[in-house]
């Protein structure tokens, strides 16, 4: 048979003892399909076939050409940086419920991947975002796959701060924060932020306010190759951690400021044939269940 | 062994099959318990035992002391105006999912039955409201157990309307439509339009706009003993539906107006003991499921 | 000096005499630069100078090569119609408050309009959309440069209907309606439906359901070639309106459809220059200026 | 003249020029009128007559019937604090835009004294919540006008935790926090997070979740003299920080509790004559002003 991959690297959700299971049992189904596999250090699990590299961070990807991740949508955001750096894509085991990355169910894992080795999947590019923070206390960037997000984390009050998209000066916004999101991220936090759904294949950002102060501070989608600007006062003692993905990569204080773009880079995530976004989206938001009570007959 | 009841009404959703099963098999079995029974004309199902009273809705509740419904929540909307005009309390027997208001399962009937006639179950009073249609085209009064709303039925346009409570001006809206909805119909059509969800023993009311072209014009919770009135300008070509639990009562026009308050009558429900609001939201709203991807490890 | 229109067609809301003051101080203003102008036949106000042309509906767009119309963003609709079918570019001059379509004040209207004559001014394409009712009591279609809007109109009960987004089920919804917007018509009734706001420049449409049962049930955003349909169920007594621009153009029943997707045609708006969508935006939208109770000091 | 009040301490927003101003002018206005004036000990602004007596935190409500705060709602919550302990109704001078708490405009400032001091004002109850930290690390309290809020500040990761009312279970949430707010504080940070408004009569309180994980986690209004209670789960990882009115008063981790009442104590807020509730919402909420384009004719 030939296969479309052939050295592949596995990561998990190591605190998940399902997870290390599972892991268990793709490497020596990919062994017997006559791959090699790579799997990150800090697994914990089974004892893995012998002829496993067991891999750290730096070594993880070497020689790889796929990922799987086996974990919820957390662990594809991890092992998603991976991929990414490595130009190689990404293909993603759910454990318990169902993910909007992580599209795979345990049941039909094996058969998933043989399909994939074989070509018979889909493949589908996912855009990122790039963070530039520029603070009179060090420059930092970072990427995202979901969302890049301006947060006051260290108080309970209210902070204020300027948005510009392309250098045009758009809001100046009071409240918990901001979120710049990719439509992969729509699906994420700003989606509780009352941000709309964007189907992953549309060109464009959110840009989603964190519990204004004003009430028509709505969210705004703009095209994805804009370029979004969040300033913070020259006078403010406001002070805001910025966020890729939920991780801190730096701060924002007094007149400073930071910029997200489209990224160049992509995530390519891999799918078995038949993937449904919006069959994602049934499930996971529950649709088609009415919450309220029915004044029809019946 | 006492009965708390003897003399019982039923009625259901005749379209729904199950629903005549079920009334069927109540019916032999309160008659087994020594109660009489009475079932409404329409009934549609398996042949009733030869002592069960065939009624219409004028004698449907005659000498009944316990109604009981089997349907969803807009069959017990319906039940609810015979049992309030008779002062007669009202139990539910949902068909298919729980319901708000039908909160016995099929599979618990007859035990909960059981419980209730021996008096061992809960009862709980249920707040109603009273409109009044003051129109140049004449007046029209109407009950409601959920909600009276004011809407736009004859054209795609939003109309404007002006509010009031107890003689002092609230707001004057613009959009599709105005709620003013008891507890119980907080979880119903208000819910929908943004309205927060009421606690069954809070004495308040809801006034929601429905779709408001203001941003700002947020739900209100005024206490339950106020009045609430809708009305439309002098010189406006506006006209408007006003509907009481989903029925049209009546039309107001430019200058007309609507007056909502507090009905005397309540609803008394029945429930099986260890009746829980909060179980049944849990139920209905999903809640415990996460909609939105997560960024949580794992 | 060189003009780049001679020929303009004027339409106003004729109901505002104000509207109609402005067209005559227009006429006046464009007949001394040289121009031929055509004023529509409804027209009420100031006398016009002979040289104006009154016109019919069917006559008031011949030979022009630019509309004016004066009034709030409702005329501005109207007057699309015309523009779009003589395909000629549109400039809106409001009365009282800014709108988002008619962008010049009445203050600067006569600047403005010398600019536009003179060829400085920005010129902006909007997309429409084509709706297309397949109804079996008969065909309609219809062209929008807001929304199609799908509604029950003859009762205060939600209605249930299927949406489909190129031939793939998206869901199945019960609530008040549906909306399918243009990046224009994202300020408009999708605004109040919790839609987003989309920059002029994004090729997307807002789906929009209208106080959905579901509290998931949220707007999507997906690309702007893409077709929509609703779809109502063969069992179903529901039946509901179509909607273009606020006008109903058609209904559907058990069984119908409805397809909305991007029409061939145009608008071209002009705007004097140093248009700035976000201005219009803080303005409308009355940014910057709080709602709510701060708990900052001060 | 019989005076109401004699003896009045004065505190304001030191940060703001202004604010001081209208401090200076008050006290010698009061003085005039015979009474006593203390003001606290951070006062900058113009010199103040001699008479008046400079206290300190400690001593500001020394004998003092009523207190006066010039600045925003912000000043009004810490003002309130002194006004609380001291039971001693307060009155709010605005500076800047209207207040929902400070509700006298500078301009209206000495005749609404006069008229306060000759009894000719209105007299209002708001409720306070006392908020209880039971944390493996120390216990904590507090007292809030507004709201009591748990939130993670550590991270941008969402975290998990229980709410029960009256020791029944609820929910289980997922998101950015939680609050629990009285009607004076629905229209600060709850309405933010899509908290509906309460009449400041109405003896409730909002359980509001901040950007929940699950869309249908909607606010909740229960009856004023609830116990509301969030618990963090044994196992859990998270923790949370909890503020009253917006300041630390405590933190919580795995097993901790928060509990939340009814205070005891009540804040007297004074109003000119003919203070309206709706007509500071209008204000506050650019009531009237519709913020999405119209579809009308016009």
């Known amino acids: 048979m030939a296969r479309l991959f052939t050295n592949i690297a ?13 892991i268990a049992t793709l490497s020596a189904h990919l062994l017997e399909r006559g791959c090699s596999v790579n799997v990150g250090g800090a697994y ?3 004892e893995l076939p012998g002829t496993v590299r067991r891999a750290d961070d730096d070594t993880l990807m070497d020689g790889a050409e796929l990922m799987i991740a086996v974990g919820g949508d957390g662990t594809m955001l991890y092992a998603a ?11 993603g085991i759910n454990r318990g419920r169902l993910g909007f990355l992580a599209d795979v169910s345990p049941a039909e894992m094996l058969a998933a991947v043989d399909q994939v080795l074989a070509g018979d999947c889909e493949r589908e590019q996912r855009r990122l975002l790039h963070a530039e923070v520029e603070s009179e206390s060090g420059n930092a960037s970072g990427t995202a796959l979901n969302d890049v997000v301006v947060k006051r984390l260290d108080s309970g009050r209210m902070f204020e701060f300027q948005t510009l998209v392309n250098d045009v000066y758009v809001n100046t916004h009071g409240g918990d924060g901001f979120i710049v999101a990719t439509p992969t991220g729509s699906t994420a936090y700003a989606l509780s932020c009352g941000g709309p759904i964007l189907t992953p294949q549309l060109d464009a950002l959110v840009l989603a306010p964190i519990c204004p102060h004003t009430l028509s501070d709505r969210p705004i989608v703009i095209p994805g190759n804009s370029r979004a600007e969040i300033r913070l ?3 403010d ?8 993905d939920g991780d801190v990569i730096g701060h924002i204080g007094a007149g400073d400021r930071l910029l997200v773009t489209a990224s160049d880079a992509r ?7 038949g993937y449904d976004f919006y069959e994602i989206l049934r499930g996971k938001l529950h649709w088609g269940r009415s919450n309220r009570q029915s004044q029809r007959p019946g």
Chains 1, 2, 3, 4 share one sequence.
């Open 237 to 244: 003692e406001d002070a805001a951690a910025v966020c890729c």
């Open 233 to 235: 006062r020259e006078r």
């Open 10 to 22: 596995l990561t998990g959700n190591w605190r998940d003892p399902k997870a290390g299971e599972s």
């Open 267 to 273: 995530l390519e995530l891999i799918h078995p044939p």
């Open 81 to 91: 940086r991976f991929a990414v750096d490595a130009t190689v894509p990404l293909l």
């Open 44 to 46: 914990r699990g089974p």
